[in-house]
């Protein structure tokens, strides 16, 4: 038995800021997320720290996210209240934190304002992050100092790994036995390998048992060691990592012998307060390097609830949240519940208090309310608002079937009473009103379960949507989308036809096997259009395609869940869409990362399944687990009676051994010391029931109904049975209580927060409505014209035709985001020599006859975007250059297939461009030495074009443009020949209409004042012949401005420069375009050799420098503003 720990004193967060270690224990509804935010506004305002040097640290993306938007409101909050304080009109009902911080000297609040202003000014600084990105973010703030591998790809996913490796072993072992009686494998090949998957999984454990005498146990337990082992090995060879990987790695470094110390003064130093939320769901490794980095040294406060601990599954350990208790300098707890109304706090409270949960530590310890009065009522009377409503099956125990089948029929027999009746509800601060569907929340602990009830209500005409039960990529709109890709990749005659058989297609079997050689021909040739489609325009076009030809919509909804599939094909098709446009995949990679998804979701991906638009107004059913977080005026809990303890199967099981240490049992039924560990293990899963219980419970705003049904199996060890015997005892799994010991014969709960209710008999299930006739439904015909001109577009999509790149069709193509504009084209493209901008390798000046520093680097558009983001995200003042790169190229890279070169390379190669001088328009300043005050990467812009959303009746084209060009340029300017090239028949009608989307890769503000701003992109370009070693020489002025105007990168510059200039006007006093715009630089990085690359014409190799005279850049705002002969105010 363990020492229950004593009661916690109530943490104020007005009070005395926590120092050193504290840990604040939770409850449900007491509001972790709040007082995390208030602490970092207090931290900030009160001038302990600036909230760069805070760390925020959660558990899930959706967390993080939702942790990072609340703590900005808190300091935006908090300003609005300093500001008031400061003019003397600080509203009556100013939140208490921001009260706090709006009381004193007027001095004191000048401080706070201006300390909250700067955190709200650099708040992009604040390091809110997932467990995860936090041990990344330490690895890289580490540089040399980790031990982890900078080249090594982290994977999400070992079960291909595991069962090779599995294979491998099982083979080795057993492949000489034939099979025929003694000679048999000991075990099967899936026993094999549900034993290698759960020793992989838990790398902390240990493997028991460690000596037993039977043969087949040892086999067990030596094949679960070399499994193990095997598998790190192949990890070190492959370079891959998982995230367990990561966080051992980081404990390890922080461990270490010689520069452990130095490593965790580097974390203490640039983090002197850490704050992590959701603790209890940590593990023993996740400790051990938050402990040792920061415990001691720096505030930390540890916040969770331990009563909530439900991912034991995951590999959660509450025991490490429970030792952080001991080891703390100070403990509290959240003690006001702000989400329930105070009769439903106390009703859970009668339920649970004084038992613990799972542990003689997991006390259900008393909250008070935050609220007042009740947010239910009913107007008659008729409908019961007690908070705890138990409706009882009574009778003789029965098998579980039948009593499921009952607990669903009243289940929607009292969900359809409650709509159909007269109780209502005032739950979002306004006037009371009927209680909705989507006031209610059924919350089962099985997702079979769930559909199961889902389809029952619908049957009786109840909208009802299962949420969070799976990813979409489990869904079958997935498989389906897998199915087509590989049919559009290799579409032989059996993929055809199971292609045919997706939804997206719509045969059905009788179609498919009726279906004669002309029919199966015309739809090969219409999969061959789409696959066309796919690679030249997109996702987007192939899936208007196919909405249009398939006539997807309507097949689908016409028939039963076609909602929820034509949504799910929808929402997959998106992220091909992200997917392809970000990592410009063909087929046959976009198939490959779909197919990946699809596993790591039958697996445990964390993504939920997309809402349906119809979701707001159907009653949510969810998993517990999908529940935690998430809150309902109404929760029905049809399944907290129903759990059945399986006996010993031989299964692996994790668990805490009797001295504590955490073991995988591996060795089956048959092993030494097995029912000691399977009571255990057993006694671990059933103080998750109790948990889960309570998780469910206190989701609730308003009211819980619960349903308790007596089956001989199932009931006695439920957890709610369990705790409706008001005995400490009987929370214990060892402890028994028949089946009908039903709750209307239990006392000791009050009446007006817990009525037990007989629940009468009902004959034939539960009748639905009858449906409604359907309505007569007319054909709009479509009159309008529709501006095709009209359109989102970019310098990529204006200059697609004379690159013979494919022009997407309006509104369909699935153009680049701006950040995202490929600089070069793929290798498989013509060479730029064959467009006139190389360079002869004999024509290579003596002095710059030099290899380029990225001679050996791949092209491409892959191999630009990774170059543009590691120039984008690199602090130009970082101490190492080196290291800064390598560590950003790492992370990079883990996102990319093979590439042939590590990060360390890539970043030594890369370094020379930023020592480059840049030439006079930069004062010959270097990359490097820019500091990152004068730097602003990615200005992402999007500018009216022809009237923007209102259109003006003739719009520029980019005739126009070079029109305006040529008039400007004189002829002895290095690019005055470029309107020429865009006069081009091919570009010169495009219109200019709609709105201009881009990115500026850098500007830069340079000058003796500080006053003059450069337009830099830079770019990757292989300007050499492609058979011939790459030079720097292949990069003089000469050359570069013909392979400019081969690109139209003018056009690009031109675009760029407009938009810095309407950006600088609105933002500087005294705005003049002669003396503010500075003109362009187009880095072309591979002729870039440092310090000591030699000029041409007066430039640095690989630097190209131009200023386009100011009045032809207000020019061309106007035309592409307002259109021909208009000016813009």
């Known amino acids: 038995m363990t020492t229950p720990l004593p009661d916690l004193p109530a943490f104020d967060v007005c009070g005395p800021l926590p120092e050193r270690t504290c840990v604040l224990e939770a ?123 900078p080249d090594a790809v982290l994977v999400e996913n070992l079960d291909e790994l595991v069962r090779e490796v599995c294979a491998d072993e099982y083979l080795r072992r057993f492949g000489r036995l034939d099979g025929d009686g003694a000679a048999r494998p000991p075990f099967s090949f899936a026993d094999a390998i549900e034993v290698a998957t759960a020793v992989v999984q838990a790398p902390g454990l240990t493997i028991v048992p460690a000596d037993d005498p039977s043969p087949l146990v040892r086999e067990r337990v030596e094949l679960a060691r070399a499994v193990r082992a095997e598998v790190e090995r192949r990890k070190r060879r492959r370079r891959v990592y998982t995230f367990d990987d990561m966080l051992t790695g980081l404990a390890d470094t922080l461990d270490h012998p010689d520069h452990g110390e130095a490593a965790c003064g580097r974390l203490r130093e640039r983090y002197p307060v850490v704050l992590i939320d959701e603790f209890q769901d940590t593990d023993p490794v996740q400790w051990r390097l938050v402990r040792r980095a920061f415990h001691g040294h720096s505030t930390l406060i540890l916040i969770g609830d331990p009563k909530q601990a439900v991912y034991a599954f995951r590999g959660a350990d509450v025991h490490s949240y429970l030792e952080a208790v001991t080891e703390a300098h100070t403990s509290s707890t959240l003690a006001r519940n702000w989400r329930s109304d105070p009769d439903m706090v106390r009703a859970v409270l009668a339920l649970f208090e004084g038992g ?8 259900v310890r008393s909250v008070e309310p935050g609220l007042t009065g009740s947010r239910i009522r009913s107007v008659s009377g008729r409908h019961p ?122 045969w059905s079997l009788d179609e498919l096997a009726a279906a004669d050689d002309q029919q199966l021909n015309d739809l090969r040739r219409r999969l061959r259009v789409w696959a066309g489609l796919l690679e030249h325009q997109g996702v987007a076009a192939l899936v208007e395609a196919i909405s249009s030809e398939q006539r997807l919509a309507e097949r689908l ?61 159907c009653v949510q059913i969810l998993t517990y687990h999908h529940s935690k977080g998430l809150q309902f005026p109404i929760v029905y809990l049809p399944s907290g009676w129903d759990r059945h303890l399986r006996d010993d199967d031989g299964r692996v099981l994790r668990l805490h051994a009797p001295d504590g240490e955490r073991v995988v049992d591996v060795g089956g039924e048959q092993a030494e010391g097995r029912r000691e560990r399977f009571l255990c293990a057993r006694e671990e899963d059933s103080g998750d029931d109790l948990r889960l219980l309570y998780v469910a419970m206190t989701r609730a705003q308003c009211q819980v109904v619960a349903w308790w049904g007596s089956a001989s199996h199932n009931t006695p060890s439920s957890a709610l049975h369990r705790l409706l015997q008001r005995d400490p ?45 359907p309505a007569s439904l007319g054909v709009r015909v479509l009159e309008r014209e529709l501006d095709t001109d009209w359109r989102r577009t970019s310098y990529t999509a204006l200059t697609a035709a004379a690159h013979h790149a494919p022009v997407p069709v309006a509104g369909v193509g699935s153009e680049a985001p701006p950040h995202k504009e490929p600089d070069e084209p793929e290798p498989a493209t013509p060479a730029p020599d064959a467009l006139g901008a190389g360079v002869p390798a004999a024509a290579v000046p003596a002095e710059a006859d030099q290899p380029s520093p990225l001679a050996d680097f791949p092209g491409g558009v892959a191999f630009g975007s990774l170059v543009h983001t590691l120039l984008e995200y690199v602090d130009p ?108 028949p091919a570009l010169q009608t495009e219109t200019l209409r709609g709105f201009l989307t881009g990115s500026i890769d850098a500007v830069l503000r340079v000058g003796p004042d500080r006053s003059r701003h450069l337009v830099v992109d830079y770019k990757t370009n292989w300007l050499g012949p492609r058979e011939q070693p790459l030079r720097v020489g292949h990069y003089s002025r000469q050359a570069m401005a013909e392979a400019m105007i081969a690109s139209h990168y003018p056009l690009q510059a031109l675009l760029y420069s407009v938009a810095l200039h309407r950006f600088l006007r609105w933002r500087l006093p005294g705005y003049d375009p002669d003396q503010h715009l500075g003109g362009i630089l187009y880095l072309f990085v591979r002729g870039m050799a440092g310090e000591a690359t030699p000029l041409s014409d007066g430039l640095p190799y690989g630097v190209f420098g131009w200023r386009p005279p100011s009045a032809l850049v207000l020019e061309l705002s106007d035309l592409l503003a307002a259109g021909p002969g208009r000016r813009t105010p």
């Not at 720290?49 to 558990?59: D, E, I, W, Y």
């Not at 028939?559 to 392809?580: C, F, I, M, N, S």
């Not at 990615?938 to 959303?949: N, S, T, V």
Request: hydrophobic share 45%; net charge negative.
């Open 27 to 149: 409850s449900a509804g007491t509001g972790k997320t709040y007082t995390i935010a208030a602490l970092a506004a207090r931290y900030v305002a009160e001038g302990r720290f600036r909230l760069g040097q805070l760390m925020m640290v959660t558990f899930s993306r959706a967390a993080s996210q939702e942790l990072r938007v609340r703590t900005r409101e808190r300091l935006e909050s908090t300003r609005a209240a300093l500001a008031a304080a400061l003019r003397g009109e600080l509203p009556a009902g100013t939140d208490e934190v921001d009260r706090l911080l709006a009381t004193g000297p007027v001095e004191e609040l000048r401080a706070r304002h201006e300390a909250v202003a700067d955190a709200l000014s650099d708040f992009d600084s604040a390091t809110i992050a997932t467990t995860h990105e936090f041990c990344q973010r330490m690895l890289d703030s580490l540089g040399v100092l980790a031990t982890h591998d």
């Open 356 to 363: 613990a949960l799972g542990d003689d530590r997991i006390l």
């Open 385 to 506: 608002t007690v908070p705890l409503r138990l409706r009882v099956l009574e009778g003789d125990p029965q098998r579980v079937g039948p009593v499921r089948e009952r607990i669903r029929d009243d289940l929607v027999a009292e969900l359809r009473t409650l709509l159909a009746g007269d109780a209502e509800l005032r739950v979002d601060g306004g006037d009371w009103r009927p209680v909705r569907a989507s006031d209610v929340a059924i919350l089962v602990r099985a997702n079979e379960r769930a559909e199961q009830l889902r389809e029952a209500l619908a049957a009786a005409g109840v909208p009802a949507v299962v949420n969070g039960s799976q990813s979409v990529h489990r869904s079958p709109a997935a498989h389906d989308w897998a199915v087509l890709l590989q049919t559009l990749l290799e579409p032989h005659q059996r993929s055809v036809r199971e292609a045919a058989l997706t939804s997206l297609v719509g």
């Open 557 to 617: 909804l016409s028939r039963p869940g076609g909602e929820r599939l034509l949504t799910d094909l929808r929402h997959v098709a998106e992220g091909l869409h992200q997917t392809k446009v970000r990592d410009h995949l063909g087929t046959a990679a976009l198939l490959e990362w779909l197919r990946t998804r699809i596993r790591q979701a039958a697996a445990d991906g964390d993504e939920r399944s997309r809402r349906l638009e119809t979701d707001g107004a």
């Open 729 to 773: 005892a009987a929370l214990h799994p060892a402890s028994s209580y028949p089946a009908d010991a039903s709750p209307l014969q239990l006392t000791g709960h009050p009446r007006h927060l817990v009525r037990a209710e007989p629940v009468a008999p009902r004959g034939g299930g539960v009748a639905a409505d009858p449906p409604a006739a």
């Open 877 to 984: 003042a970082a101490d190492d250059l080196v290291d800064a790169l390598t560590g950003l190229a790492a992370r990079e890279l883990q996102r990319l297939p093979a590439t042939g070169f590590g990060a360390r390379q890539l970043a030594e190669a890369l370094v020379p461009a930023m020592h480059t001088p840049l030439g006079p328009q930069a004062d010959h300043r270097t990359l490097a030495s820019v500091a990152a005050t004068d730097r602003l990467p990615e200005l992402d812009f999007e500018l009216p074009l022809g009237g923007g959303h209102q259109p003006v009746e003739v719009a520029a084209t980019l005739a126009d443009v070079a029109e305006l060009v040529d008039r400007h340029l004189p002829a002895d300017d290095v690019l005055a020949t470029y309107p020429a090239a865009l006069r081009d």
